[in-house]
Every structure is written in C-alpha cells, then in structure tokens.
C-alpha cells in the first residue's frame, strides 16, 4: 500500500533553515506528483509546492519563492523539502502528500506530518 | 492569492444532511473543475474525501457528494454520524498552477 513516511520534529532558531524529508513506497515514485503542504497550530492548510518526481520540476507558491528548496532523490524514493531563514511564524506541520495517479491538482495519500517548531 | 472561503464551523444531528460551502473566484473554483475534499480529525493527517469537484475516490462512503454551481463548490454528508464529527478543508486549482485551500469548517454532530 502506498506510504510516505516522514523524518522526525524538529526544533530551529529564527534564521536557522529546516530540511525535512518523506521516503515513499508501495507505488512506483516517479508515477505521483509530490504536494508540501504545512499547518500552523489551529489553523488551516496551506500549499507550499509541487514537486515532479520524475523530472525534478517544480512549483512554489508565490508566498514562499525564494525561501524553499523541494528537491527528490530516485535512488531512495524520498523528496526533501527545505525552507530557509525561519521565523517564528513557521512553527507548523509540515506535510507531504502525492497525486495518487490523479491530476497534480490532487492530494491524495499524506505522510504523517513532521512538526517544526521555530523558537529563539 | 487568497485562501477559499468556508464557514468556521456547521452542524447536524444524526442522520441528518449537512452541507459545507467553500467559495472562490473564476480564477480558481468557478475556472476549474478541480475542486477536493479532505476531513481532518483533531492530531491526524487530512484524509482525501472528493476530487474533482464530484468524485470520490475508493473506500470513502457514499453518503459524501460534491458540487459546484459558478465560484461556490459544496461538499453534502448525509445520513451523519459520530465519526464524522471533524474538521473539512477544501482545496481548488488555480491560475498559474497553484493550489488554494479553504479555511477549514468544524463539523459538529449533535
């Protein structure tokens, strides 16, 4: 069965950046589009950008052009996401999520989230 | 871009319908038919519940439909029950290939 596993919560200093990673298996990883997509406490979802495994394409939202890195390795089926110069206003969950064989407009299995946590 | 608008919070009985707006613009929701669904209860990951506007992937109950009519995609529970008691977000393509969500609604069940 398809699963994206995530690395571990992280805690960083304002400046710092944060690299946060999701291993894939149980589908063929250059098959789905991968989604990041964060949550801050109590609040709702935000997309962060979209990866093409296979090409290693990418897209970002406008808001965090400049400041994130979604980068993927084929050799492990994992896709890494790095953000830089953390405030603390990034303190959230961070997930990832893919296509599920659907159009990149969907997002279909998730990981199970890796809370950063942006504290001096 | 802004995010899409839903109501902070509904609520229903049991067995009742129970319907969750999520309004955009034509530049998202009213331009595409790519409207989803995800359910989130409180700790978990959103759980994929409707694409494309209507469609429900495998293993999600019938009694979930989706819907749009111009800049206003709607998502329908009916014949509710406890579990479904969560937090709904929806989510639209749009222009220049990015992806909104909507705010998120509380799904109360009395």
């Known amino acids: 069965q398809v699963q994206l596993v995530q690395s571990g919560a992280e805690v960083k200093k304002p400046g710092a950046s944060v690299k946060v990673s999701c291993k894939a298996s149980?589908?063929?990883?250059?098959?789905?589009?991968m989604h990041w997509v964060r949550q801050a406490p109590g609040q709702g979802l935000e997309w962060m950008g979209i990866?093409?495994?296979?090409?290693?394409?990418?897209n970002y939202a406008q808001k965090f052009q400049g400041r994130v890195t979604m980068t993927r390795d084929t050799s492990t089926s994992t896709v890494y996401m790095e953000l830089s110069s953390l405030r603390s206003e990034d303190t959230a969950v961070y997930y990832c999520a893919n296509s599920g064989g659907l159009g990149k407009e969907a997002v279909a299995f998730w990981g199970q989230g890796t809370l950063v946590t942006v504290s001096s | 871009q802004s995010a899409l608008t839903q109501p902070p919070s509904a609520s229903g009985s049991p067995g009742q319908s129970v319907t969750i707006s999520c309004t955009g613009t034509s530049s998202d929701v009213g331009g595409y038919n790519y409207v989803s669904w995800y359910q989130q209860h409180p700790g978990k990951a959103p759980k994929f519940m409707i694409y494309?506007?209507?469609k429900r992937p495998s293993g999600v109950p019938d009694r979930f439909s989706g819907s749009k009519s111009g800049n206003t995609a709607s998502l329908t529970v009916s014949g509710l029950q406890a579990e479904d008691e969560a937090d709904y977000f929806c989510s639209s393509y749009a222009d220049s290939n990015n992806l909104l969500f909507g705010g998120g609604t509380k799904l109360t069940v009395l």
């Open positions: 149980g589908y063929t990883f250059t098959d789905y589009y």
């Open positions: 494309e506007v209507s």
């Open positions: 990866i093409n495994p296979s090409a290693g394409s990418t």
